[in-house]
């Protein structure tokens, strides 16, 4: 018989440029907050419409240049480390700033002259006057001494490049205060993703430690209940046999029917208790009886599904099959405060007395009190106690505590 191989699903390949909402979102914000510094200087003056138009095509320039210092992080350094990324960040920064004073440079010709003139007082006694690309003294026995200054392009070349790195430099921060700002959120969503990817895998690892330890309770549970129930067929009883039958259909369906992950309530962990007692109870018609007490309140409280289980059928195993008087099997339940709940299992002769009643015990088959130990600390961590012992009056109790938790997990 050939078994299929199971494919496993090939992980979508994350594109370099997924996260272009958030570059676009960070450039357009870093941009207007320079728009609004600027809006603010403009408004300040007496020409402000004039120094916004100018100030309107360096910041469009910037926004492209921003734009591409983006394409080359993620285009270069997709998958790689940050340290790379910082790397190529800066290295696009230093590009961008040098790109940008030059263009600012070569745009002076483009640029409106602002209409909005300086006027201050000199050391000499003159008053100067600034506008535009002119300086005018105005001196009281002479008519005024108008300057004006050589635009950029008339200047020499090593004028206009020093000029341009000045410019340079200026926008070099801005470039590495955004690169900073990306940087760190690429950090912060690796990290993140990372943290992620740990609680699922742990998550993971805790589910199927509960499931291994679920999948140990059916075998273990089913030889003892078939060994019962050839017991009362060797012996005859046959309509008990037929009874204990029924009811193991009845259990059987509904356990299997569970995630082995999954949580029940408390009161359908108690109805499965039930089904299993009565199978028990056609066995031991004479020797057996339950007590059960679940508050309300506690019904819809979950727990790991079998989770008595083991200990029903220690308390059976070593009070009930070893005793030749009749026990009594109380299951009870109380909180103890409004996020804890305490739940007890017990054996004890039902008319008292010590004598003839063996301790318990979760040696042999490396199951019971351990299983359900295992289980608590693998659901609830520290949470969740669990304690067992003899009873000072004669008989064996089990005490398990764990937080009361009435939503159904995902």
Request: glycine share 10%.
């Given at each position: 018989m050939t078994v299929p191989m199971l494919m496993?699903?090939?992980?979508?390949?994350?594109?370099?440029?997924?996260?272009?909402?958030?570059?676009?979102?960070?450039?357009?914000?870093?941009?207007?907050?320079?728009?609004?510094?600027?809006?603010?200087?403009a408004f300040l003056g007496a020409d402000p419409w004039t120094m916004l138009?100018?100030?309107?095509?360096?910041?469009?320039?910037?926004?492209?240049?921003?734009?591409?210092?983006?394409?080359?992080?993620?285009?270069?350094?997709?998958?790689?480390?940050?340290?790379?990324?910082?790397?190529?960040?800066?290295?696009?920064?230093?590009?961008?700033?040098?790109?940008?004073?030059?263009?600012?440079?070569?745009?002076?010709?483009?640029?409106?002259?602002?209409?909005?003139?300086?006027?201050?007082?000199?050391?000499?006694?003159?008053?100067?006057?600034?506008?535009?690309?002119?300086?005018?003294?105005?001196?009281?026995?002479?008519e005024p001494l108008v300057l004006t200054m050589p635009k950029v392009h008339e200047l020499d070349l090593m004028k206009r490049v020093r000029y341009a790195l000045d410019a340079?430099?200026?926008?070099?921060?801005?470039?590495?205060?955004?690169?900073?700002?990306?940087?760190?959120?690429?950090?912060?969503?690796?990290?993140?993703?990372?943290?992620?990817?740990?609680?699922?895998?742990?998550?993971?690892?805790q589910a199927a430690q509960v499931r291994a330890l679920r999948y140990q309770v059916n075998p273990h549970f089913l030889f003892n209940t078939l060994n019962s129930l050839s017991s009362l067929v060797m012996t005859g009883r046959s309509d008990r046999a037929e009874n204990m039958l029924l009811a193991l259909s009845t259990f059987f369906r509904t356990s299997l029917s569970l995630d082995p992950s999954a949580d029940v309530s408390l009161a359908e962990e108690i109805d499965l208790q039930r089904l299993y007692l009565d199978i028990e109870m056609a066995r031991f018609p004479d020797r057996l009886t339950v007590e059960i007490d679940v508050p309300a309140e506690l019904e819809q409280a979950r727990l790991p599904a079998l989770l008595l289980q083991p200990i029903v059928e220690n308390a059976i195993k070593y009070g009930v099959s070893k005793s030749r008087k009749a026990v009594a099997i109380q299951i009870e339940a109380r909180p103890l405060d409004n996020q804890r709940m305490l739940l007890e299992i017990s054996?004890?002769?039902?008319?008292?007395?010590?004598?003839?009643?063996?301790?318990?015990?979760?040696?042999?088959?490396?199951?019971?009190?351990?299983?359900?130990?295992?289980?608590?600390?693998?659901?609830?961590?520290?949470?969740a106690s669990c304690r067992y012992g003899p009873m000072t009056g004669g008989g064996y109790k089990v005490s398990l505590t764990m937080p009361v938790e009435t939503n159904v997990r995902d």
């Open positions: 496993m699903p090939h992980p979508i390949a994350k594109s370099r440029f997924a996260d272009w909402p958030f570059a676009i979102k960070s450039i357009l914000g870093f941009w207007t907050f320079y728009a609004l510094t600027v809006a603010v200087r138009e100018n100030k309107l095509m360096v910041i469009g320039i910037g926004v492209l240049i921003t734009g591409l210092m983006y394409l080359a992080i993620s285009a270069f350094g997709a998958g790689s480390t940050i340290r790379r990324k910082a790397i190529i960040a800066g290295v696009s920064a230093t590009i961008g700033s040098i790109v940008m004073g030059t263009a600012v440079v070569a745009m002076e010709d483009w640029m409106h002259e602002s209409k909005e003139e300086f006027r201050f007082q000199a050391r000499e006694g003159f008053t100067v006057v600034e506008q535009g690309n002119q300086i005018r003294i105005e001196r009281t026995a002479s340079s430099i200026t926008w070099l921060f801005f470039y590495i205060g955004w690169s900073a700002f990306y940087i760190a959120n690429q950090a912060q969503a690796e990290v993140l993703g990372t943290q992620r990817r740990l609680a699922v895998a742990e998550s993971a690892a054996n004890r002769l039902k008319h008292g007395g010590k004598d003839e009643l063996p301790a318990a015990t979760h040696e042999g088959t490396g199951l019971g009190l351990a299983n359900v130990c295992q289980r608590l600390e693998a659901r609830w961590g520290t949470r």
